[in-house]
């Protein structure tokens, strides 16, 4: 709608047109205070641009009223618009919604390290990324996603050495020396048992096979982070390897040199990324000449851009702020656009049990895994939290709350709401599509009100895309469906005048509720 009230005011108006939404609803459904600024550029008064306006977009079929008001100008679109806009989508709605923006995005997100399975913190981020992408699409973005498998450096001997250990300790009863550091929890102990049956106990025999015991455990851990994924309807286009990557980096450190984007101080070699606004130089490559963790992430960066994508988004921990204006740096210095790279970061999330703090699972060892909590409140629950905050704000929840069949539980509430217009359809006897042309000229303010809010849809969406708050779509979900249980109690349907209309506004309504939650990742429930 906003689109095509935009395009009407371009007619008239041959400027830039900022449309908002007027908070006192009494003064229409968009505004836009464009006087104000034909006024600086034409040295008049806002207030008579305005009324001058206003008598021209009277003639719009399009408006049902247009008034001025202290240089706004207010419109209130016809109901013969919502009508005809409401036909076409019901009747049309996989494509309701959908953009024609051309844009190629590369979007990296979860790449948690391979050494355990996913954990609530981990899973926040892969929801976040799934949500964008799938709104993304919906829109006409190009995007495809990928996974940055951390398979290289310490943590994946640790992994090994852990599995080694537990095997001699659990499986081979062997006497063990813990080191300081190791892996934790039932998963390693279920990974060694796996692993001397795959391997055979002569492959923990001595410590000399860690390296090849690393790399089963890491295959196996990548197969049940994807288990973990897969249980919330989150799949990848792409897997790069950490691991891989390094063998290019002769090369790119290569290009870096020959940008002048490296010196070399005390034995090791620095990245200049104070030139780029990073609050100090950073090391790439140590003094024994092993490159750094920095030097993965170069390689990464380096390759994507190679591959040439319109933009390339990040999502990553909280934990990894400091590393955004040195990799941006680098980017730089090898001749790109470092603005074309979005780092979006995931915060943590506190998780509550009936008030208390949740348990750490006794699998995991010291962290609340994913698997449990989409066992214990399912996964449509899950991605829904999850997306009722800023990706980047602190999040906390009781999973007791998303197990009730009240408004409390917002998943509940809103999938109440669509079941709601089935059962109406089924009580009447008709079919949804029986209604799509029925006229809905003499429905009440309320009514209109509602059709309205479940129009506002594609706006949402753009919104939400756009701002990067995914948010909007969870909340807008929520109140289109508070609208419709107070207009269910409100408003007598079946038996009325109004019974065709009535049935049409609900299945207007019904359909946004679907569409939206469709771009959750979420089935909209027919029946509860």
């Given amino acids: 709608m906003k689109h095509k009230v935009y395009s009407v005011l371009q007619k008239h108006i041959d400027h830039p047109v900022v449309l908002e939404k007027p908070k006192d609803k009494s003064f229409g459904h968009y505004a836009t205070p464009i006087a104000f600024s034909l006024a600086r550029e034409l040295r008049r008064n806002p207030v008579q641009i305005a009324e001058e306006l206003v008598e021209k977009l009277r003639e719009e079929e399009m408006f049902e009223k247009v008034d001025a008001l202290k240089g706004y100008v207010n419109i209130k679109l016809s109901r013969s618009f919502l009508n005809e806009y409401a036909v076409w989508a019901l009747k049309n709605e996989e494509a309701f919604g959908r953009g024609d923006a051309s844009e190629s995005i590369l979007l ?27 709104i993304g699409s919906h829109l ?12 290289a450096g310490n943590q994946i001997y640790l992994l090994g050495l852990s599995v080694y250990l537990a095997g001699r300790e659990h499986v081979l009863k062997l006497p063990v020396e813990w080191p300081e550091e190791y892996y934790r929890g039932e998963y390693i102990v279920e990974l060694a048992e796996k692993a001397v049956e795959a391997l055979g106990p002569e492959m923990f025999a001595d410590d000399g096979f860690v390296p090849e015991i690393s790399e089963w455990a890491k295959d196996r851990m990548l197969e049940l982070i994807n288990e973990n994924l897969h249980e919330v309807g989150i799949f990848f286009d792409h897997y ?7 063998e290019k980096w002769d090369e790119v450190f290569t290009r870096l040199a020959d940008a002048g984007a490296v010196y070399e101080k005390e034995g090791k070699w620095w990245l200049k990324s104070t030139e780029h606004g ?55 210095f090898f001749g790109h656009d470092p603005q074309k790279l979005e780092i979006i970061l995931s915060q943590m999330v506190s ?47 009781d999973v007791e709350d998303l197990k009730k069949e009240d408004n409390s539980n917002p998943i509940y509430y ?11 359809f089924e009580k009447a006897g008709r079919s949804q599509e029986s209604v799509f042309d029925a006229p809905i000229d003499d429905l009440n303010e309320e009514a209109y009100d509602l059709l309205f809010t479940a129009l506002l849809l594609p706006e949402v969406l753009e919104d939400a895309f756009a701002s990067r708050q995914l948010q909007k779509v969870t909340e807008y979900l929520k109140h289109l469906a508070g609208m419709y249980h107070k207009f269910y109690y409100d408003n007598r349907v079946i038996g009325t005048p109004q019974e065709e209309a009535l049935l049409k506004l609900s299945a207007m309504v019904a359909l946004s509720l679907r569409v939206g939650l469709k771009m959750a990742g979420i089935e909209a429930a027919k029946r509860m």
């Fill in 351 to 397: 998780l509550l049990k009936g008030g208390e703090p949740y348990k750490m699972s006794k699998r995991a060892g010291n962290f609340i895994l994913m698997h449990d909590i989409v066992e214990e409140i399912g996964a449509d629950a899950l991605r829904f939290i999850f997306l009722t905050k800023k990706s980047d704000t602190h999040l906390e929840f």
């Fill in 108 to 134: 990296e997100f979860v790449s948690a390290n391979p050494t355990g399975p996913l954990h609530i913190g981990h899973a926040r981020g892969a929801v976040w990324g799934d949500v964008l992408a799938r």
């Fill in 278 to 332: 990073d609050e100090k130089d950073r090391v790439v490559v140590r003094e024994d000449g092993r490159p750094t963790y920095l030097a993965g992430d170069i390689v990464y960066h380096y390759l994507k851009f190679e591959r040439g994508y319109d933009r390339y988004i990040n999502i990553w921990g909280a934990d990894h702020h400091g590393y955004i204006a040195r990799v941006k740096a680098a980017i730089a």
């Fill in 240 to 246: 790069v390897s950490e691991k891989a990557l390094y």
């Fill in 414 to 424: 809103i999938n109440y709401a669509h079941a709601r217009v089935f059962s109406l």
């Fill in 140 to 151: 006409g973005y190009r995007i495809e996603r990928e996974y940055y498998v951390n398979d």
